[in-house]
């Protein structure tokens, strides 16, 4: 999203800066193979689907669930074979 920040003076616009963003914080445990799942669906969808649109929604939702449990659990050694599987990616499209 371009978010701008603007100064005005006697209601005319006199300066438009982009807004200063700061970025997300790195990932934890960025070698994780959950990462690298969830950013793959979010770019590329579904692999089976017909239609990158056919599953847009869902696929979203999986990639939103994917990172929401890597931020709670990457690193930790009992989420590992989940988290961290070589299959993951393939196992969240099914």
């Given amino acids: 999203l371009?978010?701008?920040?603007m100064?005005?003076?006697n209601d005319e616009t006199v300066l438009?800066?982009?807004a200063v963003?700061?970025?997300p914080p790195p990932p934890p445990f960025p070698?994780?193979?959950?990462?690298?799942?969830?950013?793959n669906?979010?770019?590329?969808?579904?692999?089976?689907?017909?239609?990158k649109e056919q599953y847009h929604?869902?696929?979203?939702?999986?990639?939103?669930?994917?990172?929401?449990?890597?931020?709670?659990?990457?690193?930790?050694p009992k989420w590992q074979s989940v988290?961290?599987?070589p299959s993951l990616e393939h196992e969240a499209e099914e």
Wanted: hydrophobic share 35%; net charge positive.
């Fill in 2 to 5: 371009n978010s701008c920040l």
């Fill in 7 to 9: 100064a005005t003076c």
């Fill in 16 to 18: 438009k800066l982009p």
């Fill in 21 to 23: 963003t700061q970025p």
């Fill in 31 to 39: 070698y994780w193979r959950v990462w690298r799942a969830s950013s």
């Fill in 41 to 51: 669906l979010e770019e590329n969808g579904i692999s089976s689907a017909t239609s």
């Fill in 57 to 76: 929604s869902t696929t979203l939702q999986v990639v939103s669930i994917l990172r929401s449990w890597g931020h709670k659990w990457a690193g930790q």
């Fill in 83 to 85: 988290l961290n599987k």
